[in-house]
């Protein structure tokens, strides 16, 4: 079946440590996205990426970068700068278009030890 | 500046009521296009529907309805006859046919907690 998967479910980081979390699509849709989501608040777009090799900062990238070496692949990496990195991770992909819905995968929860 | 807002944060409701999720948006653009969304507790959000500024028509979907009206700048969803798989929390997001990014604006959400 085709979809995203995210990996792994939950993540524990350590102080000044950078955690890289993972996700993969065979949807083959050319834009992925980053979104954070925190309790009680809606979700935060932190990065996306259009086509391979290419990739803009969303709204709140401080803390944190990316990668598209494969269409298929768009890993993010929480960086020690990321002071509150705790919340839910959710990584996206559609085809391009304005008006193209969002497919997503199940989540990434990352809590700081 | 472009907001979607959600004002109810939680809602409960009994098996077999009808509930509705309230959504008002903020937008200076005159093409626009809204989505709701669905967040069941596996966490992985689920697409429910997409309506561009230029069709206020409401529309329906088995016991799913969304109503849009542009003069109050609302785009609310009714569930009629609600069961325990509603159980969820629901989003509401916004797009803005302009602008040089291409990202959803979400509201924050209404928790629906539907009791059998």
């Known amino acids: 079946d085709g979809g995203i998967t995210q990996s792994p479910k939950y993540l524990f980081r350590k102080e000044g440590q950078n955690v890289t979390l993972s996700c993969e699509q065979n949807l083959n849709h050319d834009a992925m996205y980053w979104y954070r989501q925190d309790p009680g608040q809606g979700l935060r777009l932190i990065y996306y990426s259009q086509i391979v090799n290419d990739f803009q900062k969303g709204d709140i990238a401080e803390g944190y970068s990316v990668s598209r070496e494969k269409k298929e692949s768009f890993p993010l990496t929480v960086t020690s700068a990321q002071k509150n990195p705790t919340a839910f991770y959710l990584c996206?992909?559609?085809?391009?278009?304005?008006?193209?819905?969002?497919?997503f995968g199940s989540g990434t929860q990352l809590s700081v030890l | 500046a472009q907001k979607v807002t959600q004002a109810q944060t939680e809602i409960s409701v009994v098996e077999k009521e009808d509930v509705t999720l309230d959504c008002v948006y903020e937008?200076?653009?005159?093409?626009?296009?809204l989505f709701w969304y669905k967040q069941p507790p596996s966490g992985e959000l689920v697409f429910l529907i997409r309506r561009n500024s230029f069709d206020e028509q409401n529309e329906i979907s088995g016991r799913y309805s969304w109503n849009f009206q542009k003069s109050t700048s609302s785009f609310n969803f009714t569930i009629t006859a609600s069961q325990v798989v509603d159980s969820a929390v629901y989003f509401c997001a916004l797009r803005e046919y302009g602008g040089a990014t291409n990202k959803l604006i979400f509201g924050t959400g209404t928790l629906l907690a539907v009791q059998p």
């Open positions: 996206a992909s559609s085809t391009t278009g304005v008006s193209e819905k969002l497919f």
């Open positions: 937008t200076r653009d005159t093409t626009y296009y």
